[in-house]
Each structure stands twice: as C-alpha cells, then as structure tokens.
C-alpha cells in the first residue's frame, strides 16, 4: 500500500474531460530487416515478460474511505494486456483486432489518431497506461518515403513525470536490436491487493500522514521565507529602481493560447540536430536549453505575426523544473517531482540576437532563483480532505474559469508550457525494432492551451506540439516555424562556430560577429521587416530601425547579463548555429 503525494494526486483531482492528465510520446520505429508479422503482437510479447520491471505497470487506485485523503496504489489482481496494448490502425477504421493488414497510415494520419487518443481520459478501474501500436505507417517522402511502425503510449501523470518517463523507457526497452534476457518475477514477493487493505489503517495513515506534513511545514516556513525573499533580491523583484515596490513577476500578455480548452486536440512534431544545437548554445555562451527556448520563441513570433496575433510584450513560457537528482536512474521511483518556474521569451524583439540576450538573461535570473529554493519547493501536502478541497472546490472554480470565457480576458502569469526532457544519447530499440524518434506528448489547461515539449534521443532534438483544436488552428504552420527558426539559426549562428576563436570580427549593428556572418547576412533576410504599424510600437524593435549597441550583443562572460556601457571597441559575439528540422507535421 503506498499512498499518492499530493502533486500526483492533484494531476487526479483536477482531470475533467476536457483536460485529461496523462503525458506520452510517439515513436517510429524501423521494423528489423526481413520482419514479418504483426508489429503489435511482437510488441505486447516483449512488453508481458517485462511488466514486473515497473510497477506502473501493475498497480491500480483505491480511493480513500469516504475520500478523506489521497487515494492509494495497490497491486492488480490481473492486468488485461490486450485491453492495455492495442493495435492502433485497426481501430482507427473501426475494426477488430485480427484484421489483415491494412493500407499504411500516412504520418499526418499518425498524428491526427494519436491527438484524438491522447484527447481521451483513461479509466481508473484499471492499471493507468495504454500503448497503442500502429503496423505500417507510410513516411513522406521528405523523410525517406519508407514503411516504418509506430508506438504511442499513455501513461497518467499521477503515476510519473517526464523525466521518470525517460527513466521507464530504459528499463523496458533495449540498447541492441536482440533483446535483453530479463528475470522473471520473484514468486516470492508479497504483493499488497485490494482485498488486504483495512478499514482503521487506511484512516489512520491519512491522519498521520496529515500531521507530519504539517509540522515539517512549519519547521519549514523560517527558512523558506529566507530563501524567497534572498531569491526574490537577487532576481531584483522586490523594489524597482526608483525605490518602490514592484511585483516579483510580470503577467504574461494575452494570445489566442490562453483560452479556455475543449476535448479537441492538435498534435504536430518537428526534429533537429542535438550535437549542432548544443554547439550554438555554447557558442553564446549560453546553453541547450537557452538554445531551445530560443528556436520556440523566434518560431512563436513568427507564427503570431503570420497571424496578426503578435502581443507588444514579451511572451512568457512556464517550463517545468525536475527536482530529481540528476544521476536518478531506479524506474521504480516514477512520481512526480517537479516545480514550474518563468521564463520571458523576448517575442517582441525584432533582432534574433537581442531576443537570444533577453532569454538568456531571464533563464539566469531562472537559476539564481532555483538554487536557493529548489531544496524548499514542495511536492506533497496534507491529505487529510484533500479530495474534498482540491478535487472538489479548486475543480469546480477552474472549470468555471475555463468554460465561462474568463481565461481569454483575464490576464495570466504564462501563455504556454515549454518542457525540456533530457533523453537516451544512444538509439533503442523495441521487440527488436530501432526507435527511431521519441516525440513528446503533454498536458494542456484552461487558460495554457498549448504545450511544447521537447525530447533530446539519440542525437535529435524531438519537438511535440500539444494544443486545443481551437487554441492552435494552424498548427502545421508552428511546426514549420520551428523548421524556420533553426534554418535562420543556421544562417545567423553557424559560421562563428565553424570560424572559431581566431576569427576577425567586424563591426555590425548587432555587435562584433564574425566577417562569414556578417556576409550571410547581407544575403538573406533574418526576419521580414514589421509593418510601419509595427515598427512604431515602443516596445518591439525591429530588425531596421534597432540601434543595437554593444550592450546588446550576447558576451560569453556576462551570460547574457546587462554590462555597463563601453567606448566604441569592438567585442566579440559568438554565434550558434541549427540544422535544418524534420518537420513531421
């Protein structure tokens, strides 16, 4: 018997049918050579003789008696693995299992049947993931024009996080096409069901459970009062600069993804090399993750301005942070533990260099702030009537908020998720089949209609795109954007990183880049000029009318950070550069 914390019990409390909490990816796989078969029937061979390496797998929720606490997790008395593993093609005609094969699936098909499926909430009387296997899926011919297999999976968010989803894969899945012998499960081992539970336990340990949460709250509260506010000087959000106070965060402008969401969803991918994102990074003195939000805010920009929905502040991104150790490797550890924190994406600065220095500015002020909190920062509270207060009052005044129409007028702390997961450096593989991308699927609320997450695997950078139907119309069009922004990364950013150190920098209005640069730019366009309506607004520079002084170029050893101004010398500005992305869209 083991009790849920409250952070994977609220992903319980909240779920409606309109935001069903379960995270997942989507796979190609590239089937062995010479395969014949069902990739489905291989599939759900491999995966029954390794569900004991995981008790997601095998455990199930018992509420509480008269729900007075956080539900439980028991052992099933069975697990069904046809109704937990099935063919995905042959329901999306509407037949049965045992069909012949069926014409390929084309990857757009792909993706619109996993939206629809992943739309879908899970049933809570049994065991909380589902994978769906898809036999033949036809490949555009940008990407080769093969025949390949696909793997969806869904796993509630109750059960893990992203990062303990990278965790599960490596212990179902194989770093060689033949796979591992694996043990079987020990006969042995008492395995707490249902039937075991009693009455007066139960009671009991919401009770302690309750108040040991509490008095480690208030042991707690001193210290965590110290951290916040020393955070909260260092981040300079606490007085302004003429002495008065100010708030510790701004409110994020108004864009057509913060809305109020439906059970309709979108789902695109997009691809790009890691070793050539990481090195741009670098090369700005910044890091993957810098890089990252950059290509998502440049893309974003330019998604809304092709749309006439481009806000004059700075979009904001809430971006899931992992409080997992970073050696965490045990897959039977797979709850959640993980905060959120603010990232300022620079959406509307014109000049791509400009909004590389804001992003990197704002994730430093990021980290000043997680180092001093992130041993504070809570992943459980009381249980005692939390099924009553959070699953019943907080869901009641969300969904109101959501369907009522107030998420589209009322201002918000965020406009999307972005989340970054850490992935396998090496290629899987599955019953046999290489693994060919891993494309994240996440959670979308009332009010942050969409959700980009990315997944590093195997020497990519995997891009998946989670939106409400109506939030996002044209998401093909953002999955192109991200294919833009790293071609225009590339343009801007690759040749300092192929010049290297000794490079001779020449003067240009984004700083000193190096001369290779300052050609390509001459030849292409970075970005289409704003409109004269545009170019007036105050606070969007535009990439003709921005005076940039060397204040602005990004300087390794400041990270990104405000410098005093300098007489007219010429600085050195690394550059980064991007490959260009598969768009699986």
Not at 145 to 154: P, W
Not at 370 to 389: E, H, R, V
Not at 435 to 444: A, E, Y
Not at 525 to 537: F, I, Y
Request: proline letters at 7%; charged letters at 20%.
């Amino acid at each position: 018997m083991k009790s849920l914390t409250g952070l994977d019990a609220t992903f319980l409390y909240l779920e409606t049918a309109e935001m069903p909490m379960h995270v997942g990816s989507l796979n190609l796989c590239e089937l062995p050579a010479g395969f014949r078969g069902s990739f489905h029937k291989a599939v759900k061979a491999h995966i029954g003789k390794r569900m004991h390496l995981a008790p997601v797998f095998n455990r199930k929720l018992v509420s509480m008696p008269l729900e007075l606490g956080h539900p439980l997790w028991v052992e099933a008395d069975a697990v069904d693995i046809d109704f937990h593993i099935r063919r995905a093609d042959a329901q999306a005609t509407g037949a049965a299992r045992t069909l012949p094969p069926t014409p390929p699936m084309t990857l757009a098909e792909v993706h619109k049947r996993c939206a629809k499926l992943h739309s879908q909430v899970m049933d809570r009387n049994f065991p909380l993931w589902e994978f769906h296997v898809f036999d033949r899926i036809q490949l555009p011919a940008s990407q080769g024009g093969k025949v390949v297999a696909g793997f969806f999976s869904k796993i509630h968010h109750a059960a893990l996080d992203g990062k303990g989803g990278v965790m599960l894969a490596n212990a179902m899945l194989d770093v060689g096409p033949i796979p591992r012998e694996v043990a079987p499960p020990d006969p042995t081992r008492r395995r707490r069901r249902e039937a075991d539970l009693q009455l007066g336990k139960m009671i009991g340990s919401v009770f302690s459970s309750s108040l040991g949460q509490l008095v480690k709250a208030a042991r707690s509260l001193p210290a965590a009062a110290t951290a916040v506010g020393h955070a909260l000087t260092r981040s300079g959000g606490s007085v302004s600069t003429n002495g008065k106070p100010r708030m510790p965060m701004k409110l994020a402008p108004q864009t057509p993804f913060n809305a109020g969401i439906t059970a309709g969803r979108v789902f695109v991918t997009a691809s790009v090399p890691l070793a050539d994102t990481k090195a741009m990074g670098k090369a700005v003195g910044g890091t993957f993750n810098d890089m990252v939000l950059w290509i998502c805010a440049t893309a974003l920009r330019h998604y809304l301005t092709q749309h006439h929905a481009l806000p004059r502040k700075s979009l904001v991104a809430a971006m899931p942070v992992s409080l997992r150790e970073a050696d965490a490797s045990d897959a039977t550890q797979l709850g959640n533990q993980v905060s959120m924190t603010l990232v300022e994406l620079g959406t509307h600065l014109a000049h791509p260099l400009k909004r590389m220095n804001a992003i990197m500015a704002s994730t430093g002020r990021v980290k000043t702030s997680m180092q001093s909190l992130k041993g504070l920062l809570p992943t459980d509270y009381p249980s005692l009537l939390a099924p009553w207060l959070v699953g019943g009052a907080a869901k009641l005044a969300l969904n109101a908020y959501g369907k009522s129409g107030i998420a589209s007028r009322l201002p918000m702390v965020a406009n999307l998720v972005i989340s970054n997961v850490p992935g396998p450096s090496v290629p899987l593989y599955l019953a046999g089949a290489r693994v060919l991308t891993f494309h994240p699927l996440s959670i979308i609320v009332h009010g942050l209609a969409l959700n980009i997450t990315i997944q590093t695997y195997a020497g990519e950078v995997d891009f998946g795109i989670v939106a409400d139907k109506k939030a996002l119309p044209h998401a093909n069009d953002l999955a192109k954007a991200i294919e833009a922004a790293f071609e225009e990364a590339k343009r801007l950013l690759l040749p300092a990183v192929a010049a290297g150190p000794t490079a001779t920098p020449v003067k240009t209005r984004a700083g000193a880049v190096p001369r290779a640069t300052k050609t390509r730019q001459k030849a292409t366009k970075l970005e289409a000029t704003p409109s004269r309506k545009h170019a007036a607004r105050r606070d969007t520079v535009g990439s003709r009318q921005a005076h940039v002084t060397p204040d602005d170029a990004i300087n390794d050893a400041t990270h990104g950070k405000p410098v005093a101004p300098a007489p007219r010398t010429q600085k050195k500005s690394t550059v980064r550069r991007s490959t260009a992305a598969r768009s699986t869209a």
